[in-house]
C-alpha cells in the first residue's frame, strides 16, 4: 500500500500524519487493477 501511494497510483486523504484510504476509493482501484502485478509500477492504473 505505501508504494503504491508514493507512486501517486492511490489517492489518500492526509489527517495529521495518517493516511486515511476511503472506501470506495479501494473498491475503484482493486477493480481497475483485478489481475494486475501490483509490485510493478508500469502495470498499476492509477484512480482518481
Known sequence: ?????????LPVLL??????IRSDTLDRF?????????LNQSEVRKVE
Open 1 to 9: 500500500m505505501r508504494k503504491l501511494i508514493s507512486w501517486g497510483k
Open 30 to 38: 482493486m477493480t481497475a487493477n483485478q489481475g494486475r502485478n501490483l
Open 15 to 20: 489527517v495529521g500524519r495518517k493516511k486515511i
